[in-house]
């Protein structure tokens, strides 16, 4: 006889342009050691950042540079309720693209979902043994295929941002 597995959708709660990184990992170690990541490849950096424990207490760890981003961190990662996810904001002048390998670097971390400032969902998977995150939605669908119009404003937005292509 199999359990009832149920999925349903959970709407990240954050700002319009607030960046966001989701993924999953394996420890309570992960808080502190993405805290020391961060910190450490970024000075001056503002993060919050809520990990969901899967066993013993079932905790929402928290850790961050910023009371609001953290709080916004503890509330997201309530919400997912997936054992050993996280999800951590990144204030301003910090993007993913800035923090993105170091946080995979980590060795707690298993998997990313999103690194993202976009409208998101997370996709969670329900049994009486617990939650996971199946996936997420980001953004939204494309309207279109870019025109040459298009790529020439894409590459002056990455020169605008200070890369160059």
Same mark, same amino acid.
């Given at each position: 006889m199999s359990s009832p597995f149920t999925t349903s959708l959970v709407d990240i709660d954050k700002p319009a342009d607030q960046n966001c990184i989701i993924g999953t990992t394996h420890f309570i170690k992960t808080v502190d050691d993405i805290h020391e990541a961060l910190v450490s490849s970024v000075p001056g950096i503002k993060f919050g950042l809520g990990f969901c424990e899967a066993s013993g207490d079932r905790l929402v760890r928290y850790s961050g540079t910023d009371d609001a981003l953290t709080e916004l961190a503890k509330k997201n990662a309530l919400s997912i309720a997936c054992g050993h996810s996280f999800i951590l904001f990144l204030g301003p002048p910090?993007?993913? $693209?800035? #923090?993105?390998?170091?946080? /995979?670097?980590?060795?707690?971390?298993?998997? *990313?979902?999103?690194? %993202?400032?976009?409208?998101?969902? $997370?996709? #969670?998977?329900?049994?009486? /043994?617990?939650?996971?995150?199946?996936?997420? *939605?980001?953004?939204? %669908?494309?309207?279109?295929?870019?025109?040459?119009?298009?790529?020439?404003?894409?590459?002056?937005?990455?020169?605008?941002?200070?890369y160059k292509l």
């Open positions: 910090t993007f993913p $693209v800035h #923090v993105l390998n170091t946080i /995979k670097m980590v060795p707690e971390v298993c998997t *990313i979902y999103c690194a %993202t400032a976009n409208e998101l969902q $997370v996709i #969670v998977g329900e049994s009486p /043994k617990g939650r996971c995150i199946m996936g997420v *939605i980001d953004g939204q %669908t494309p309207l279109g295929v870019e025109s040459e119009k298009d790529i020439q404003a894409r590459r002056e937005l990455l020169k605008d941002f200070g």
